[in-house]
């Protein structure tokens, strides 16, 4: 079975512009997870979807938004990009949420970079 | 509230060593505790869990860590390092007030030599 897949995989831009970044769950997953990992730090919670409603939100501004769609595929938009965006931006999916110990998968990331 | 501390950024150890990962959490629930593993340039993998079962974990690749509640522990362990365990290893901990929100450590490189 296939993992949970994002893409791209590298991406680059500059200051100022907007970015989407994709994601599909593992099958059969309905929850999926956003988390950004700056270079030499543990990664940090940006959302949480669960049936195309966002159940958690971490401490990110405005211009991180996120939506979920009826085949449990997710996209993570960030406008007005700022130097500091550059990180691994990685997906992760579970079969429900509110469980804390239904195990989150993860893929291997988006790379953005930020000029 | 939830936290999680891992104690050393870098290990090193020899090839056929054991490996030790310490990890101090701090949780206002009963919490869920994992270890991921992460290899350059990929996403992260779980190595085992702690959900409120057994206290001593068994996860992949040999690994196992042990759930000390007195001490708010989650060591990491392996008997014996191979090369491949070279990676970055992140304890990570979720309680049932976070709706499966996973709090990372900084994390522990982990070097291994010949």
């Known amino acids: 079975d296939a993992g949970v897949t994002q893409s791209p995989t590298h991406l680059i831009k500059t200051r100022g512009q907007q970015v989407t970044l994709r994601c599909s769950p593992i099958?059969?997953?309905?929850?999926v997870s956003w988390y950004q990992q700056v270079l030499g730090q543990g990664p940090q919670f940006i959302f949480q979807?669960?049936?195309?409603?966002?159940?958690g939100r971490g401490n990110f501004p405005d211009r991180f938004s996120a939506r979920q769609f009826p085949n449990y595929s997710s996209e993570l938009n960030v406008n007005a990009l700022l130097l500091g965006d550059s990180a691994l931006y990685l997906c992760?999916?579970?079969?429900?949420?509110?469980?804390?110990?239904?195990?989150?998968?993860f893929g291997d990331g988006t790379r953005l970079s930020i000029l | 509230a939830q936290s999680v501390t891992q104690l050393d950024s870098h290990v090193s150890v020899s090839e056929g060593t054991p490996v030790l990962l310490r990890c101090n959490y701090s949780?206002?629930?009963?919490?869920?505790l994992f270890w991921y593993v992460q290899h350059p340039n990929k996403g992260l993998q779980l190595l085992l869990k702690?959900?409120?079962?057994?206290?001593l974990v068994k996860g992949i690749n040999g690994f196992e860590a042990e759930f000390k509640k007195s001490e708010t522990s989650f060591h990491l362990t392996k008997p014996s390092a191979h090369m491949s365990d070279a990676a970055e290893y992140f304890c990570?901990?979720?309680?049932?007030?976070?709706?499966?929100?996973?709090?990372f450590g900084a994390g522990t490189q982990v070097v291994v030599t010949p």
């Open positions: 992760a999916s579970s079969s429900r949420t509110g469980l804390m110990d239904q195990p989150q998968h």
């Open positions: 949780s206002s629930y009963s919490p869920s």
């Open positions: 099958s059969g997953h309905k929850s």
């Open positions: 990570v901990v979720s309680d049932r007030n976070s709706w499966g929100k996973l709090q």
């Open positions: 979807y669960y049936e195309k409603e966002e159940r």
């Open positions: 702690y959900t409120s079962a057994a206290t």
